[in-house]
């Protein structure tokens, strides 16, 4: 049987599927088990999620102007 | 921004096609490219050099980069990949210049051993003896959509150990798979493990800790 703190540091490799048939089930009957632990990975799966739901940083119009700018070089020298 | 050049019918395209139409000097089919990777490339150049001015011109230097290379793209990796190795050889050749190169790799080692857990909130068992605080909403949604606790979030993955940052970014805010983090940051797939592990646990530590806070 798992223990909790083990659980805590098994929840990276069970959310990424990286763990055994043997051990993913051994997680699995700790967590259906033991409330604080559900909680736990629940907590961790859904920070994960919620990072990929932040925006990333935007690019400066400048930036972008210049790209396109240099676009229009490259697209001369090309042709 | 407002652009001169409109690109609205060109924003839903696959990238492969939006790739096709810049070799043929498509001005519009180049401005979606940008818009829609520009964000994600500026947050994987600032894992690099945090500098803000400086990880704007990686990304240019990479833009450019990609015009000139064009011809020679296969599409056997996919567009965002090809894209992301440009920067990280770019962003390595300036760092390396610069003579601050610290690989991804040795920074991995220095960042020691630490625990998910603070071990004290458990007993001589391993079970919990301070258990984890209950959080009013854990959708992802509401996270993220909560202003405080993206606060929190974003100021929890800037604390990070740089090489902690980097892979929770690129695997989690980025979603790129594991194989291509590691190409990328030259890391190991067991390091690369690790340090996510490390990471989510710390950012997800930072929201207890809000949490507790408000109470």
């Known amino acids: 049987m798992l223990t909790c703190k083990e659980i805590t540091e098994l929840v990276t490799e069970y959310a990424e599927g990286n763990l055994s048939l043997m051990d ?22 859904a920070t994960a999620a919620a990072l990929g739901l932040l925006p990333p940083p935007e690019t400066s119009p400048d930036l972008e102007q210049e790209l396109l700018r240099r676009f229009e070089s490259w697209k001369k020298a090309r042709s | 921004m407002r652009s001169a050049t409109p690109t609205g019918g060109d924003a839903g395209l696959e990238d492969s096609e939006l790739v096709r139409r810049v070799r043929a000097g498509d001005r519009s089919a180049f401005a979606a490219l940008v818009r829609r990777h ?87 068992r391993g079970m919990w003896r301070d258990p984890p605080v209950g959080w009013t909403d854990e959708t992802p949604e509401r996270l993220a959509l909560e ?64 949490v507790r806070g408000e109470r």
Request: charged letters at 30%; hydrophobic letters at 40%; a positive charge.
């Open chain 2, 38 to 124: 520009g964000g994600a490339l500026l947050r994987f150049a600032r894992l690099f050099v945090r500098e803000s001015s400086a990880a704007e011109e990686v990304v240019q230097d990479t833009w450019m980069a990609v015009l000139e290379g064009l011809d020679g793209f296969e599409g056997r990796a996919s567009f965002k990949t090809w894209l992301y190795r440009i920067l990280a050889n770019r962003a390595r050749t300036r760092a390396v210049r610069e003579g601050r190169s610290v690989p991804f790799s040795a920074l991995a080692e220095t960042e020691g051993e630490e625990h998910a857990v603070d071990p004290e909130r458990f007993d001589a």
């Open chain 1, 24 to 45: 993913r089930l051994r997680f699995q009957m700790h967590i259906g088990m033991c409330r604080n632990c559900r909680r736990y990975v629940r907590q961790v799966k």
């Open chain 2, 147 to 210: 202003a405080e606790t993206r606060q929190v979030m974003e100021a929890a993955v800037q604390a990070l150990p740089p090489a902690q940052r980097a892979v929770l970014v690129l695997r989690d805010e980025d979603g790129l798979e594991t194989e291509e983090i590691c190409n990328l940051l030259g890391l190991t797939v067991t390091n690369q493990r690790v340090l996510l592990h490390r990471a989510r646990t710390r950012v997800r530590q930072a929201i207890e800790e809000h």
